[in-house]
């Protein structure tokens, strides 16, 4: 029976006790003294496709809250030893009950702890870090207590100041400047990344970008961790600035830094083809059509970075934007293209600026006169 004050929900295969008042969207504000977000099924769901594509011994929800993610875990992927930890002891109730309402016992345990004192004591073989806001203050712990060649999954919140919004607190978080952009949400995670990839080198640590995303309102990392300061260095390679010119659209990145530049930040793959090919979108997951179609994206979006906007190109031609199917299948003819998860209206290319425009007029039927 439901203690007072909560309600049982399902979510994928798991029965789960959460307050009776909850967040349903957005990051919304903190609902109730434990937070439980239902829009963050599909968060878990890819969790869950993740940790069965890419098995793991030990798992650690270093925030767990209600325990809705660890227990999924327990419930939903073999093999996992989970711990679910909380340094809210009403919390610590919730997990423990959602422990006994699936009969996990065996496989899944709740703590009640300080996040970084734990992670001074314990490793795991994957730890996921999914706080309310930024999560820079757990990430050299962290990136300590990841076994070798574990798994760091990281999820931001805060994504107004790394997407742009606030470019004064991304810098003091994050120690990297954002920049407002059509891709801001690209520099935004790319931002994430690089942080995490310079406090791991601290460590002489590097890490294989295994998926990275953007979703609702929250960036969502997967990393394999790579020991040694060669490992280090390869990563610190692929970090630079990107800078955006809205009156041409062009886009510049590379290693130089300029006055109007947003970085540092990551320049290397978002995703790793192997792990999404291993990743099945199956029917017992909550939201398992949106994982389908997010996981095709991934596969089918070219891993280079930033993209340009269907609307911003037709605006400085001053045309209307053309389909998008069209404008892909002439860009495929003469370079790589593709959609991005990033955006509904959006391309990604390896093409130059010029090519690109001339594809955008000859698909609107203007020829390849200006």
């Avoid at 239902?38 to 496709?49: E, L, P, T």
């Avoid at 394999?224 to 060669?230: H, L």
């Avoid at 291993?278 to 993209?307: G, H, N, Q």
Wanted: some cysteine.
């Amino acid at each position: 029976m439901s203690r007072p004050g909560t309600v049982d929900v399902v979510e994928g295969r798991t029965r789960l006790r959460v307050p009776d008042t909850f967040s349903s969207g957005g990051p919304g504000k903190r609902i109730g003294h434990v937070f439980f977000n239902s829009q963050m099924a599909f968060n878990r769901d890819i969790s869950v496709m993740f940790l069965r594509a890419h098995p793991v011994r030990s798992a650690l929800d270093a925030m767990a809250g209600t325990g809705a993610r660890a227990v999924r875990w327990a419930v939903e992927v073999d093999g996992v030893d989970v711990t679910a930890n909380d340094r809210d002891p009403e919390a610590a109730e919730f997990i423990r009950d959602n422990i006994e309402l699936n009969g996990v016992e065996a496989r899944c345990r709740s703590s009640n702890e300080d996040l970084r004192c734990m992670l001074a004591r314990k490793a795991f073989d994957l730890i996921d870090l999914d706080p309310f806001g930024s999560p820079v203050h757990f990430l050299p712990a962290a990136v300590q207590a990841v076994k070798r060649r574990g798994i760091l999954v990281v999820t931001a919140t805060d994504t107004a100041p790394l997407a742009g919004t606030y470019p004064k607190k991304c810098l003091r978080r994050y120690g990297a400047l954002s920049v407002r952009s059509p891709f801001g949400h690209e520099t935004g995670l790319r931002i994430l990344i690089g942080h995490i990839m310079r406090e791991a080198a601290k460590e002489d640590r590097g890490a294989r970008c295994l998926l990275s995303f953007y979703a609702d309102h929250y960036f969502r990392i997967y990393l394999q961790m790579e020991e040694g300061g060669a490992a280090a260095d390869r990563c610190l390679s692929q970090m630079g600035h990107v800078e955006y010119d809205p009156i041409t659209c062009r886009i510049s990145y590379g290693t130089e830094r300029t006055s109007r530049s947003a970085g540092p930040l990551w320049l290397g793959p978002l995703h790793d083809a192997g792990t999404l090919e291993a990743m099945v979108a199956s029917d017992d997951l909550a939201e398992a059509a949106r994982c389908r179609k997010y996981l095709d994206l991934w596969r089918s979006e070219i891993d280079t970075p930033f993209f340009y906007e269907n609307d911003e190109l037709s605006s400085i031609l001053g045309i209307s934007p053309p389909r998008m199917g069209p404008l892909l299948e002439r860009l495929n003819e003469v370079g790589r293209a593709s959609r991005t998860h990033f955006s509904p209206t959006a391309i990604k290319t390896d093409l130059p600026l010029e090519e690109v425009l001339a594809a955008y007029r000859e698909v609107s039927g203007r020829g390849m006169k200006v």
